[in-house]
């Protein structure tokens, strides 16, 4: 009887060994593969062996740990296809190495491409831009710089409790991505960084921005061609230019914008609000159902603005009108103060008139007083409270 006990448990065990070893999720420490928190030794080959060992699994899911600590990182290119879901986990920082041109024309920092099911969970990126951005600004011999994180071909993403630091181009870039989720992030750069935008979207389907936190020098978020069904929540902005669907039509043959969504926001000081920009020459891009909903301005400089004439140096405008058709654009709930007498500006296209543009309860005022509103070729109607001068 006990024998036979003995072995129906033998069995059980070696079952429940089995089904455990095959189920649970494995994990790679980049220490295991030589990288070292000392802030001076490479660690970039390390994390690129502990991502093959992890990605090479199949399994469950398989995770790629980062212990707390400084690990110099340079270029590198995290690629997929992997076996499984799989999770970088960051406890450290990932620091770039002190001479910029070391990031210096690969484009990107940290690229992952190719990836379905990727979830990166926590961690600090900072990628010491101020050199760059000296170099830059005096007009010096620079290299072209590097985006800090970039998703390529990513579908059902997640970039959870991440903090980036002083990128030398955009901080995080979702392209060419399906359901990618951006959440708890915080992404930091002064003012007057150039080019440092807090999170682009483009040519992706299902983003969802949630509870972030962008401070930087260019746009807290960019939205740029074949953006689709982007809903963001929960933003905070500032400084930094605001939140902006473009740059559009910077190519004659170009895809639209269409279904975006940013609701319970608040916009501290930066330069704009919510903006549609576009360039002043002929495109087939377009933007459509869009919805700006509960959003809180705090002096912010163009609270709501669509400027279709952008043209810098006026070159390749032949007639300053922009082929962007805009249509369908609520603003809904949008209340607070703008540090300029215009809370309101819509410079839309003259051959391409912004439709179906909905104004409902505005209240932005200038110096306690009422702000004004300027409108160039605008269609839409006003509901409910507007406190800047009308002009629909
Ligand atoms: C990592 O470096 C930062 C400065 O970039 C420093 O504040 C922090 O204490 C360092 N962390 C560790 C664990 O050495
Ligand atoms: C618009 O996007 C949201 C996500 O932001 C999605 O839930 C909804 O289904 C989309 N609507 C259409 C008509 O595709």
Redesign the pocket.
């Known amino acids: 009887m006990a024998h036979k006990i003995q072995v129906l448990c033998t069995i059980f065990i070696s079952f429940a060994t089995l089904f455990f070893t095959t189920t649970k999720a494995t994990t790679f420490n980049v220490m295991s593969y030589g990288a070292k ?1 000392d ?1 001076k030794t490479d660690s970039t080959p390390a994390f690129l062996k502990a991502w093959s060992a992890a990605c090479s699994l199949v399994q469950t899911s398989t995770t790629m740990y980062v212990p ?3 690990f110099t990182i340079k270029p590198a290119v995290f690629k997929g296809p992997c076996g499984s879901r799989i999770n970088v986990v960051i406890d ?2 990932l ?1 770039a190495p002190d001479n910029y041109w070391d990031l210096g024309n690969s484009g990107y920092w940290l690229l992952f491409v190719l990836v379905n099911k990727l979830s990166i969970y926590g961690g ?1 990126l ?1 990628a ?1 831009g101020t050199e760059f951005w000296k170099c830059r600004l005096r007009g010096g011999n620079c290299p072209a710089g590097a985006r800090s994180l970039t998703f390529n071909y990513v579908n059902d993403g997640l970039i959870s409790g991440l903090t980036s ?1 002083n990128s030398q181009l955009m901080h995080i870039v979702i392209n060419s991505c399906n359901n990618v989720r951006v959440q708890n992030v915080k992404t930091i750069a002064p003012a007057l960084s150039p080019n440092t935008d807090g999170i682009h979207v483009q040519i992706s389907t299902g983003v969802t921005i949630y509870n972030s936190n962008i401070q930087t020098g260019d746009d807290c978020i960019s939205i740029g061609p074949g953006t689709r069904n982007l809903w963001m929540e929960q933003v905070k902005c500032g400084p930094g230019h605001g939140v902006s669907i473009g740059s559009l039509a910077r190519d004659l043959n170009e895809d639209g914008v269409m279904n975006v969504t940013l609701i319970n926001s608040e916009f501290r000081g930066s330069d704009n609000g919510v903006r549609i920009k576009s360039w002043a020459r002929p495109s087939t891009a377009f933007v459509t159902n869009i919805n700006f909903r509960n959003l809180i301005m705090k002096n912010v400089a163009n609270p709501i603005i669509i400027d279709q004439n952008y043209c810098p140096n006026n070159q390749g405008c032949p007639r300053q009108a922009s082929g962007v058709k805009i249509n369908q654009v609520l603003y809904q709930n949008i209340q607070g103060t703008s540090s300029t007498p215009f809370a309101v500006l819509f410079y839309c296209s003259p051959s391409n008139p912004c439709r179906g543009i909905i104004m409902e309860d505005i209240k932005i005022t200038y110096l306690n007083s009422q702000a004004k509103s300027f409108c160039n070729n605008m269609g839409g109607t006003t509901r409910g409270v507007y406190l800047p001068e009308r002009c629909l």
């Open positions: 928190p802030r707390p600590g400084n450290g920082t620091v600090t900072d010491k630091l």
